[in-house]
């Protein structure tokens, strides 16, 4: 039976560590592994099979500068945002350039999958082998698909995040759901924008990676994103929201991160811009009015 590391201390890494011992019962694993902060022995290094990583993008620099994987390790990305204008691709790229790399997204709320309710996923990687190779270790309620699409999926699950804050502010304004709807298919247009820009396909964010994962994050309060955007539109700080909700909030970070790629590039992200302006203070409803004329 293969055996499998993960990390990730918040709980999407420990929904993880559920879903694949459901099938995998020769498990390397220990608490100290879900711990973002841990560090792996160099013994669990060599007698692992298999490594999937759920850390948060803002720590993956620091995390893998801690976390010596072997050299040609079989990694499976969990991980979603850009860090200091780099993909979460870019970063393992470089930092494991002979690793086995492939990379998960799709929709699929953690406290969903620690139940086992069943989902399907896309398994992203520029090798076929790579993610048929994950595929088989997936649990029964886990329904993979697989992509060649790398930058597409990495893209579809850290937009989606933003435009989650935009649709939450909708609800905290009490906008109606036929605004609602409207910003998220716009949303869908403007990520897709933003992909092609980074060589991503159009049918990638037409999937489980693109609408798939947005319309479950922008439309339930599971999502910390979307809770992010009703407190911002009720006039909480944010400090004291991050706070109050105890976990990442990922399109936080990224709302800003794909504001300064999209005026680098000069890419038309106006929902992106709009939320990154919000949370350094703007007034949320003068960026609807924005919205409404741009």
């Not at 945002?81 to 953690?110: C, D, H, M, Q, T």
């Not at 999958?113 to 082998?129: D, F, K, R, T, Y």
């Not at 911002?232 to 400090?239: E, H, M, S, T, V």
Request: aromatic residues 10%.
């Amino acid at each position: 039976m293969p055996k499998i590391s993960i990390f990730g201390g918040g709980a999407w890494g420990s929904a993880l560590h559920f879903a694949f011992k459901e099938k995998n019962s020769a498990f390397i694993i220990s608490r100290k592994n879900l711990n973002s902060k841990a560090q792996i022995t160099q013994e669990e290094a060599q007698d692992s099979d298999y490594f999937v990583v759920a850390i948060v993008s803002s720590a993956l620099h620091l995390w893998l500068s801690t976390h010596p994987l072997p050299k040609e390790a079989k990694i499976l990305v969990a991980s979603k945002g850009i860090a200091n204008g780099e993909f979460v691709s870019e970063i393992f790229s470089k930092a494991y350039p002979n690793a086995k790399l492939s990379y998960l997204a799709g929709p699929s709320f953690a406290k969903e999958v620690q139940n086992a309710l069943p989902c399907a996923l896309n398994i992203h990687s520029e090798s076929m082998g790579f993610a048929k190779e994950w595929s088989m270790l997936f649990p029964s309620f886990i329904k993979p698909y697989i992509s060649l699409d790398v930058m597409g999926g990495e893209i579809g699950g850290a937009y989606k995040n933003v435009i989650a804050i935009a649709s939450g502010i909708c609800e905290g304004l009490g906008l109606g759901n036929n605004a609602r709807a409207s910003l998220v298919a716009r949303g869908l247009v403007e990520m897709t924008r933003f992909g092609k820009f980074f060589g991503a396909q159009d049918s990638t964010f037409l999937g489980l990676s693109g609408a798939g994962d947005l319309f479950l994050t922008a439309n339930s309060t599971l999502s910390r994103n979307f809770r992010v955007g009703i407190y911002l539109a009720q006039g909480r700080k944010l400090q004291e929201i991050l706070d109050d909700l105890g976990e990442v909030a990922e399109g936080v970070k990224t709302s800003e991160e794909i504001y300064t790629l999209a005026q680098k590039h000069n890419i038309y992200t106006p929902i992106a811009k709009e939320v990154a302006q919000i949370i350094q203070g703007k007034n949320p409803k003068q960026s609807l009015l924005d919205l409404m004329q741009s």
